[in-house]
């Protein structure tokens, strides 16, 4: 008969045993886990820092897709491209646009120039109102503009208005929801203090997911992110801000939290480049607040 000492032996023989065989592949799978991320980021490691500007190509190449080909070189006046124009749409973006889209090409210099134009794109469009044939029927054809957003996050993942864009287009354009939430949650996985992602995402769950308590938790988490900011940074970006309160106020107003919502619309207001506009919603809730209470019916 085996005595128990014998047992003991071959447990504690099987338990080193285990105990090198884990030490040893330990090492192997922490390269197998190091080689997957390097390849997740292949573009980084094989472009350097010089990925950020193909990344930004890219992107630039998207709105030119989306003016079918009409878009200015280097030579060209850039005034009203300096946001393309696929992030300006969103609402979600500060925009240092000047001047006519349409003008950025000016006069003909001579007859060679005026004649030339003809073979050129020459007229302002947009892909989701038709494009340069202006047949409604194909504004779906904004899908072309993905692949170059795509590759953009890929390499320059800090970029937050490529996820908003992509994110926004996915959304409002070509109806595919879910997709748009992932794109969203990848964005701020690489981008956790982005209060721009996070009015989009807060977008999603209102209009689309009609989740009003998700919207406001995201958008009051994107308010304390853009407080973080420094005064400068705060100045540069009032438009999000603003965006971000009026639609909170708007919220919390179809909730009936009248107090709150004025808070909202007051705050939007101070960095509001229109503000007798929110003075009208700001009027309307006092006058909603001091109004006596409605007498209860008698039965």
Request: aromatic residues 12%; charged residues 25%.
């Amino acid at each position: 008969m085996n005595s128990p000492r014998t047992f003991f032996l071959l447990l504690l023989a099987l338990l080193v045993f285990c105990f090198g065989l884990a030490a040893q592949l330990q090492p192997r799978f922490q390269l197998l886990e190091d080689s997957r991320r390097q390849s997740d980021n292949f573009f980084n490691l094989l472009l350097g820092d010089s990925s950020r500007m193909f990344a930004n190509n890219f992107f630039v190449k998207a709105d030119e897709y989306y003016h079918s080909g009409y878009y200015p070189t280097i030579f060209d006046n850039n005034a009203a491209f300096k946001t393309a124009h696929i992030a300006e749409d969103t609402g979600a973006v500060t925009s240092h646009n000047q001047g006519e889209e349409g003008d950025f090409m000016g006069p003909p210099r001579d007859w060679i120039d005026a004649f030339g134009r003809h073979f050129i794109p020459n007229r302002h469009t947009h892909l989701d109102e038709g494009g340069p044939s202006d047949d409604l029927s194909g504004s779906d054809n904004v899908r072309e503009i993905l692949p170059w957003l795509e590759l953009s996050a890929k390499l320059d993942p800090e970029n937050v208005q490529t996820y908003v864009v992509t994110a926004f287009w996915l959304r409002s354009r070509m109806h595919k929801v879910a997709e748009a939430d992932q794109v969203l949650h990848e964005g701020l996985r690489n981008n956790p203090d982005s209060y721009e992602i996070l009015f989009e995402l807060g977008r999603l769950y209102d209009e689309s997911y009609h989740d009003a308590s998700r919207a406001r938790n995201v958008w009051e988490l994107a308010v304390r992110k853009w407080l973080a900011l420094k005064p400068e940074e705060q100045k540069e970006n009032n438009l999000i801000f603003e965006r971000i309160t009026t639609h909170l106020g708007q919220l919390e107003k179809d909730a009936g939290n009248w107090e709150r919502a004025l808070n909202w619309f007051q705050a939007a207001q101070k960095v509001s480049l229109a503000p007798a506009a929110l003075q009208k919603q700001i009027d309307e809730l006092q006058g909603k607040i001091s109004a006596p209470p409605s007498p209860v019916p008698l039965k």
